[in-house]
């Protein structure tokens, strides 16, 4: 199997993904938007498309002249049939391609949160091994209208939308299952200024470390959702 991972800041990598694919000899190729030079695959050449995240916004084509061209890729392997996993910003990207509005919403959440899983999606094969509630974590301000056919997995009360379904291809996670300390460590070091705004749903730099026990079960709750979905 080839993954292409499409990731847009430079510590935002594909996280634990990494270790699933070692252990299962899954290739991973870039393209990295955050190198002045980069270059976009031929789809012949993947069959798994993973959309990272990032602090841009779905509509700032202008600030980040890549983006446009990344839409239309991400559409271009939509139609050709491949297998979409978009995380946080990917899963917005996702939507957006689908002509889904995407927005700020009600408040952003920042740390380690729970979400609650739909009944009929703890009944089916791909999701049957998550519990409900279920905690991991966020780093997010904007959300998304649902994409057509699209399946609600989870939610919070501030984020209706929190991952969705479209059978049997696209997966797009708000959330994130992915992160390692190393990762979350990144973020509060360049994104921190965030965690100064008082808000319900942003914790503080303790309270987010403290969090990290939950690492574990989120690395083996998401190889098992990895082997189900590829």
Known sequence: MRIHCLQHVSFETPGTILEWASQNNVTISYTNFFEEQFSLPSLSDFDVLLIMGGYMNVDEEEKFNWLKREKLFIKDSIDAGKKILGICLGA???????????????EKEIGF?????????????????????????????DT???????????????????????????????????????????????????????????????????????????????????????
């Open 92 to 106: 917005q990207l996702v939507a957006a391609v689908l002509h889904c509005a995407v927005y700020a919403g009600k």
């Open 113 to 141: 949160f729970p979400v609650d899983f739909s009944k009929h999606v703890l009944d089916d094969h791909l999701f049957d091994h998550f519990k409900s509630p279920y905690t991991l974590f966020h780093w997010h301000g």
């Open 144 to 230: 998304f209208d649902l994409p057509e056919n699209a399946k609600v997995i989870a939610s919070t009360d501030v984020c209706k939308h929190q991952a969705y379904f479209i059978h049997p291809n696209i997966l797009g996670l708000q959330f994130h299952l992915e992160m390692d300390e190393t990762i979350i460590e990144q973020l509060l070091l360049h994104e921190g200024a965030e965690l100064n705004e008082s808000r319900k749903y942003i914790q503080s730099a303790d309270e987010i470390r403290k969090g990290f026990e939950c690492l574990v079960d989120n690395k083996r709750d998401l190889f098992l959702l990895l082997d189900k979905f590829l």
